[in-house]
Structure formats: structure tokens, C-alpha cells
């Protein structure tokens, strides 16, 4: 539990605690996990997920039928595809149920190239699962582009799914956005601290979006 919030302010110019490689316990992955425990119904049949199973198996259990790894470099033991979503590449339009990408958009270059590459291997009525990062700390040895805000990556999705099609969620609040950025973590809060909704100061922004069914094109 955060015992002072004072301390939070004063103790130095570096972060309490460098707590960011702690999956699971940083409160931009809580959030994502409640975000993901939502639509978990979403997550079924062929999935695919970026980098590793981080939350298809998790999240899906048993209404999994089939799970791909995709990763761009071809470094990755995981990986069952690779690809460049942002170039002309082999993966067959219509093949996934769910696609889980999280923390990936803001380190790509061309957004629009890869959104509409995430439609177009989604089946008709399949779900695309998004987070990415609105308040949060800055790796500058690492290649990030951007951060979102709730209307920008509406706007982002909107054009490949359709306005109707994509609902967007906040996360976070002036207290934990403060809290993870000087290095605390999920325990370090209430779930009443977690849980309030202060839409100004978003730690993660996460997104459903659903390809029409054929029905309705
Ligand atoms: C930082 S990881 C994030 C995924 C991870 N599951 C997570 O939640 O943190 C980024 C992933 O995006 C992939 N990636 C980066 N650029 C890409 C591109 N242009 N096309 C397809 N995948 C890409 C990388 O290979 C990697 O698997």
C-alpha cells in the first residue's frame, strides 16, 4: 500500500523504484488485464498475439482453438509467423477470431498501413484487441513513436473498422499515473485508488474492434 503520498513528491529526482519489467505488477498491465478480462468472450477460436502468450492462453483458456505468434524479427523461438504488417506480406486475409496486439502500435511507423493489414486478417466478426500507452515513461534507447490519446486511436481504428465498430477505454487516473511514473506498482495501491476513472490522466488506452460481418457489408 502507498503508506505517504508525500513521499511519493519529495524523495529525490529519480523514481522510488524502477518497477517496469515487473509484468503483471506494473499498473498499466493491470489495467490492460482488466481491459482484456472484459472482452475475454472475444478471445476464441484462432488467435494470434504479438511477441508471445502473454494473454491469449490466459484470458481465452479453453475457447482457443488455435494460437499463432507473430513477431517481426526472426529472432524469436515463439514466433509462428513473421511478418511485417506494415509491408505487403503472406498471411491470408480472413484467418483470425481475435487478434490480441498490445503495446505494439507506438513503435510503428506507418499506423495506417498496419491497421488496415489487422482488418484484413481478421475473419468478418472476428475481434482486434488493442493497448497502447497514453501517460507513461519514456525509453528513449528503445524505438518508440508515439502515445495515444482515447480520440486518436478511435480516429486510427475507425478508418479501417468503421466509426461504429471500435470502442475505446481509459484507464488510470492522476494518483496511479503519477504513482507508476515515480516507480510504484500495483500493490502499492487500493483497488478503490486503481479503480477510479479520471479519463485527463489515462495510463493506458485500449481499444475492441470488430471486422463487419459479411452479412452487413
Ligand atoms: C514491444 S513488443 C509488444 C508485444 C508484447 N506482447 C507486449 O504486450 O508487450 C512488439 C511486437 O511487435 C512486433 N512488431 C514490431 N514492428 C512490427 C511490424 N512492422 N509488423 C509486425 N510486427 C511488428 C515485434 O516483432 C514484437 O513482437
Same mark, same amino acid.
Given at each position: 500500500?502507498?503508506?505517504?503520498?508525500?513521499?511519493?513528491? /519529495?524523495?529525490?529526482?529519480?523514481?522510488?523504484?524502477?518497477?517496469?519489467?515487473?509484468?503483471?505488477?506494473?499498473?498499466?498491465?493491470?489495467?490492460?488485464?482488466?481491459?482484456?478480462?472484459?472482452?475475454?468472450?472475444?478471445?476464441?477460436?484462432?488467435?494470434?498475439?504479438?511477441?508471445?502468450?502473454?494473454?491469449?492462453?490466459?484470458?481465452?483458456?479453453?475457447?482457443?482453438?488455435?494460437? +499463432?505468434?507473430?513477431?517481426?524479427?526472426?529472432?524469436?523461438?515463439?514466433? @509462428? /509467423?513473421?511478418?511485417?504488417?506494415?509491408?505487403?506480406?503472406?498471411?491470408?486475409?480472413?484467418?483470425?477470431?481475435?487478434?490480441?496486439?498490445?503495446?505494439?502500435?507506438? /513503435?510503428?511507423?506507418?499506423?495506417?498501413?498496419?491497421?488496415?493489414?489487422?482488418?484484413?486478417?481478421?475473419?468478418?466478426?472476428?475481434?482486434?484487441?488493442?493497448?497502447?500507452?497514453?501517460?507513461?515513461?519514456?525509453?528513449?534507447? +528503445?524505438?518508440?513513436?508515439?502515445?495515444? @490519446?482515447?480520440?486518436?486511436?478511435?480516429?486510427?481504428?475507425?478508418?479501417?473498422?468503421? +466509426?461504429?465498430?471500435?470502442?475505446?477505454?481509459?484507464?488510470?487516473?492522476?494518483?496511479?499515473?503519477?504513482?507508476?511514473?515515480?516507480?510504484?506498482?500495483?500493490?502499492?495501491?487500493?483497488?478503490?485508488?486503481?479503480?477510479?476513472?479520471?479519463?485527463?490522466?489515462?495510463?493506458?488506452?485500449?481499444?475492441?474492434? /470488430?471486422?463487419?460481418?459479411?452479412?452487413?457489408?
Amino acid at each position: 500500500m502507498l503508506k505517504s503520498r508525500t513521499e511519493l513528491l /519529495i524523495s529525490g529526482m529519480e523514481p522510488l523504484f524502477n518497477s517496469w519489467g515487473r509484468r503483471g505488477e506494473t499498473v498499466h498491465r493491470t489495467y490492460l488485464e482488466q481491459f482484456l478480462q472484459q472482452y475475454s468472450p472475444d478471445i476464441k477460436g484462432h488467435c494470434l498475439e504479438f511477441q508471445e502468450d502473454s494473454y491469449t492462453s490466459y484470458f481465452g483458456g479453453s475457447q482457443v482453438t488455435k494460437l +499463432d505468434i507473430l513477431n517481426k524479427e526472426t529472432d524469436n523461438p515463439n514466433a @509462428t /509467423i513473421i511478418a511485417d504488417l506494415t509491408q505487403p506480406n503472406d498471411i491470408p486475409s480472413n484467418t483470425f477470431d481475435c487478434i490480441i496486439c498490445t503495446y505494439t502500435l507506438h /513503435i510503428i511507423a506507418d499506423l495506417d498501413y498496419m491497421i488496415r493489414e489487422l482488418h484484413r486478417i481478421l475473419k468478418p466478426g472476428g475481434v482486434l484487441l488493442v493497448s497502447v500507452p497514453d501517460i507513461t515513461v519514456n525509453y528513449y534507447q +528503445d524505438y518508440e513513436l508515439w502515445r495515444f @490519446t482515447a480520440k486518436g486511436l478511435h480516429l486510427l481504428l475507425a478508418k479501417s473498422f468503421g +466509426d461504429e465498430n471500435v470502442t475505446v477505454k481509459t484507464y488510470g487516473n492522476s494518483l496511479t499515473a503519477a504513482g507508476e511514473l515515480r516507480g510504484l506498482s500495483t500493490p502499492d495501491f487500493t483497488k478503490a485508488q486503481l479503480n477510479y476513472h479520471d479519463p485527463r490522466y489515462a495510463l493506458v488506452v485500449c481499444a475492441r474492434s /470488430i471486422k463487419k460481418p459479411e452479412n452487413l457489408s
